[in-house]
């Protein structure tokens, strides 16, 4: 039995906050086996390969200094690391750790030629893992020695290490060598094991379409949505749901979950297509949505997860773009991972999960997308203007083509989870009244991750009102200051302007003396404003007689 911590990879979403998703249950293993080796990219174009072990990981074959390696392909993260050893690889000396739900990878970073996709960079920077003992599996035995991140270049660890374009990643040096900008894209297709049905054949391509799906290019170009630059690390490929229709459950009806996510718009959800995670993570009122009201459901507190019995169809929707994006029932659910239920009964499990240890305290995602999604989309992504040290001016996009029909996919539940016996429209396979629908218990810990999201996710708004008081309060105080200094200059010009004599108020160069003065008498008195005045501005009067 295999721990499915091995199954959520996610990279350190931010400089803060280095999450990783923890999946306490374990797969059952089927009839078809993992290997290491895939078969080597035809001739005739230039699509690589993709292996896939038990819809579990989805990996493809680098060289590497001469060593050929598979690869876990993550869209989640954006560094390269392999564990044994590189031929004529350089250490740099930069020692640098990375979190994820398998274990550390942790060692020092090191250059080396990099072939891959047709491609060579004479110098790729990569993390060179030499003790794999806290991995909570043997990663090799699964079918790969490694992981290419295809994320954004803004989320590598080893580009924030190393100076120039040597630690750049992988991804964004091959479309440093691209003559056109307009190709800064890749593609991604996993197929899917233990469907009779499948006809599609795991696929990666670079600055091309895997042929006989050229129609992905005429599908909605779905902006990614950018999160802040001050947290440009944690920029994910992540793309808007369609307006109060995004996600359509199993009755048939829009689900309606508010975002997380402060710059949203209404009604939308901001969802990450992540491949290295095996079960979508998404918020947990959509998953009891989907789940709550199957007959016989029940939540598992040790799983994390609802269990559902195998024979229920449940039928998702993703809708982006205006376009819609049916998930396979098999997809829905899984009978990869040998749960039980509470009387010992065989049972199936959610794929889609409460988000709990992967929920985005920066607020700037709703839901992780992983496998079990993107086994159901054929997937462009292009690069645009997030191509490190490119020409590029274009905003980055997603193109999605939908590959299940949901007719054969009904065809296909049939036959894998009834054995041929259509039972889908059985009493005991309806759905519950809404008013019956259970409801997933929330953790103590996750409402306080909900606290906290609630006000790191506003930061920048907490800025700006912090930024505005302290404008604010320098205002008033230079203000303050030079009402002061006016205050003070008008006295004093007061008290030297010729003419005015003690007492007086007359506007003529000199006032009347009167006849009983005398010269003398005027000239023993002292020359000044009034006391009061002098008093305010020096603190004393300056012709008090002293004692």
Request: aromatic share 10%; hydrophobic share 35%; proline share 5%.
């Amino acid at each position: 039995m295999r721990s499915l911590l091995i199954h959520s990879f996610v990279y350190s979403l931010s400089s803060f906050f280095a999450l990783a998703v923890k999946i306490p249950f374990s797969v059952h293993p089927h009839h078809w086996q993992a290997s290491s080796h895939i078969p080597r990219q035809s001739s005739a174009n230039s699509t690589v390969p993709v292996g896939n072990t038990r819809n579990e990981f989805y990996y493809t074959n680098i060289t590497l200094g001469g060593r050929q390696i598979s690869v876990m392909l993550d869209t989640g993260s954006s560094d390269l690391w392999v564990t044994g050893s590189v031929p004529d690889a350089q250490d740099t000396g930069k020692y640098l750790a990375l979190s994820y739900a398998v274990g550390n990878a942790a060692g020092n970073i090191h250059t080396a030629p990099l072939q891959f996709d047709g491609y060579t960079i004479q110098d790729q920077a990569f993390l060179l893992v030499t003790n794999t003992s806290t991995f909570s599996a043997n990663i090799h035995v699964e079918g790969y020695d490694g992981l290419i991140g295809l994320g954004p270049n803004s989320g590598s660890s080893i580009y924030k290490k190393l100076s120039g374009d040597t630690g750049n990643s992988a991804i964004n040096r091959i479309f440093q060598q691209s003559s056109s900008s307009s190709n800064d894209y890749l593609t991604l297709m996993l197929n899917r094991n233990g469907d009779p049905g499948d006809q599609i054949i795991g696929q990666f391509t670079m600055s091309e379409v895997v042929p006989g799906f050229e129609n992905i290019t005429n599908q909605p170009q779905l902006a990614v949505e950018k999160v802040y630059k001050v947290t440009d690390e944690d920029q994910h490929w992540q793309i808007l749901t369609d307006k109060n229709v995004g996600i359509i459950g199993p009755d048939a009806l829009p689900i309606q979950v508010s975002s997380i996510v402060p710059k949203a718009p209404d009604g939308q959800l901001v969802a990450v297509l992540d491949s290295g995670f095996t079960l979508p993570q998404v918020p947990r009122s959509m998953s009891d949505a989907i789940y709550g009201r199957v007959q016989g459901a029940e939540w598992s507190t040790s799983n994390q997860a609802w269990l559902v019995p195998c024979g229920q169809l449940i039928n998702v929707t993703f809708n982006f773009g205006g376009a819609s994006y049916p998930i396979h029932p098999l997809d829905v659910s899984s009978s990869d991972f040998g749960v039980t239920f509470s009387n010992g009964n065989p049972a199936c499990l959610g794929t889609f999960q409460p988000i709990s240890s992967a929920f985005s305290l920066l607020g700037e995602y709703d839901m992780i997308l992983g496998m079990a999604f993107l086994r159901n989309t054929y997937t462009l992504i292009n690069f645009g203007n997030l191509v490190e040290g490119s020409s590029n001016s274009n905003n980055p996009y997603i193109q999605l083509l939908s590959l299940t029909n949901e007719a054969a996919a009904v065809n296909d539940f049939i036959q894998v989870r009834m054995g041929g016996q259509n039972l889908i429209n059985s009493p005991q396979y309806a759905l519950l009244p809404a008013s019956q629908e259970q409801h997933s218990p929330e953790t103590a810990a996750e409402k306080k991750a909900q606290y906290e999201e609630e006000v790191l996710s506003r930061w920048p708004y907490i800025l700006a009102g912090c930024l505005a008081f302290v404008i604010l309060l320098v205002g008033y105080c230079i203000w303050r200051c030079c009402c002061r200094r006016k205050r003070l200059a008008k006295k004093k010009a007061a008290q030297q302007e010729p003419g005015i004599l003690p007492g007086g108020t007359n506007n003529g160069k000199y006032a009347q003396l009167e006849a009983s003065g005398s010269t003398a008498t005027l000239a023993m008195q002292p020359m000044r404003g009034s006391t009061f005045d002098f008093r305010d501005e020096y603190g004393k009067d300056a012709f008090a007689s002293h004692q």
